[in-house]
């Protein structure tokens, strides 16, 4: 059972959840902690927050329809590859003994804190690159497909997703970044539609094989689908940058709190 005091929680974390998945790429930093609040074990946890992510995806894509016109081509590329690339994550979790995934947590979200502290550095290389590929005129025309490599890169982004999916955005954001020469804010929307996809394939296998917890998910969901949708509005109009390090720190903070628990 979930106490009003949890559920109020849940609902709040939904929304800060949305908020930093559609903008930073980093929704189970706030959504999965509350999980595990509730006293929900890793496992359980994860595969609930998957489900109640979903909130967070539709959420984010119907706020981010400005950005996404023009974009059918690329959508109608890249969707079935971090489709079943959701499928593998998915499975693999699946497979994967509880007391190991509780060990493997900490570090996915240390990586994922940190991929957020240092993005700055990496979408400038990432812009020099294509600055570079453009003066040697080997800039990609539109529509053109997205090289192998990258498609490989988008099919394991995608299975990290439906794995646990912390830090997934950001990794997806700087392959679309440079698949793509998209402004940040367009190839931000185009993530939020293709984890999205990952992370809903992997939700319905969940749902069937998985042991998930419907009113923390529900509530979790509902929370997701006001913050995900206010989120790309807040990554037109606001600086990221005090929202990336407090971020980065917070998920430094929990990576060694979820570590210690896990290792003593």
Same mark, same amino acid.
């Given at each position: 059972?979930?106490?009003? +005091? ?22 189970s930093?706030a959504s ?15 595969? +609930?927050n ?11 894509? &119907? ?8 974009q059918r ?5 890249l ?30 979200i ?11 550095r ?5 812009? &020099? ?8 005129h ?9 090289p ?31 698949? +793509? ?10 993530k939020?539609?293709?984890l ?8 319905l ?11 923390p ?8 689908v ?8 807040? &990554? ?29």
């Amino acid at each position: 059972m979930t106490s009003a +005091t949890e559920a109020v929680g849940l609902l709040g974390a939904g929304v800060g959840a949305g908020i930093c998945g559609s903008v930073a790429g980093l929704a189970s930093l706030a959504s999965y902690p509350a999980l595990l609040a509730t006293g929900l074990s890793p496992v359980a946890a994860n595969v +609930t927050n998957t489900v109640g992510l979903i909130g967070s995806s539709l959420g984010s894509v &119907a706020g981010s329809r400005p950005e996404l016109r023009g974009q059918r081509h690329r959508l109608r590329e890249l969707v079935p590859i971090t489709l079943l690339g959701g499928v593998a994550g998915a499975a693999l979790l699946l497979l994967t003994p509880s007391s190991g995934f509780q060990k493997v947590v900490p570090f996915l979200i240390a990586g994922s804190a940190v991929l957020i502290l240092v993005r700055p550095r990496l979408q400038a290389a990432l812009d &020099a690159r294509r600055r570079r590929l453009r003066g040697e005129h080997h800039e990609r025309p539109a529509g053109a497909p997205t090289p192998w490599a990258g498609r490989v890169a988008m099919f394991a982004v995608g299975a990290y997703g439906g794995y646990f999916g912390a830090g997934a955005g950001v990794m997806m954001l700087a392959l679309l970044s440079l698949a +793509t020469g998209e402004h940040l804010v367009r190839a931000n929307a185009l993530k939020n539609v293709l984890l999205g996809v990952a992370n809903a394939v992997a939700a319905l296998g969940f749902a069937i094989f998985g042991p998930v917890h419907w009113l923390p998910a529900v509530l979790l969901g509902v929370g997701c689908v006001a913050g995900g949708y206010v989120g790309p509005a807040i &990554a037109r109009a606001v600086p990221p940058t005090v929202l990336r390090i407090v971020i980065g720190l917070a998920g430094l903070y929990l990576a060694v709190d979820l570590g210690i628990g896990a290792y003593t």
